[in-house]
């Protein structure tokens, strides 16, 4: 089973991470008619390699999620952390942002 990608961010207002299919790393996919690039570069999106499990305690533990790729957002997604309708697809590779809102 492929694992995924992750890169935690400490950021001023909470914790980012990024999280990214293991086989979508390193790729760029452009969309020509709606001039929209996803680059899952390695600098950006490269870090440890992890299973499903430590994905899930990133959804809890995160106060910002950069998810790439179909399995991931479709953990997301399946949890309802994300409205499929909120997913951008370029290409094979869906993209989704999440922020959590305390109010």
């Not at 992890?50 to 399995?71: A, C, H, K, M």
């Not at 479709?74 to 942002?97: C, K, T």
């Amino acid at each position: 089973m492929k694992g995924f990608y992750v890169r935690v961010l400490e950021l001023p207002g909470g914790v980012m991470a990024s999280i990214v299919d293991e086989e979508v790393l390193g790729v760029r996919v452009y969309d020509r008619d709606r001039g929209v690039v996803i680059d899952v570069s390695r600098e950006f999106y490269g870090g440890a390699l992890v299973g499903e499990e430590d994905v899930l305690r990133y959804f809890e533990d995160s106060d910002v999620l950069i998810l790439v790729g179909s399995r991931v957002v479709g953990m997301a997604v399946e949890r309802g952390l994300v409205n499929p309708d909120a997913v951008l697809r370029v290409g094979s590779v869906e993209y989704v942002q999440v922020v959590k809102v305390l109010y």
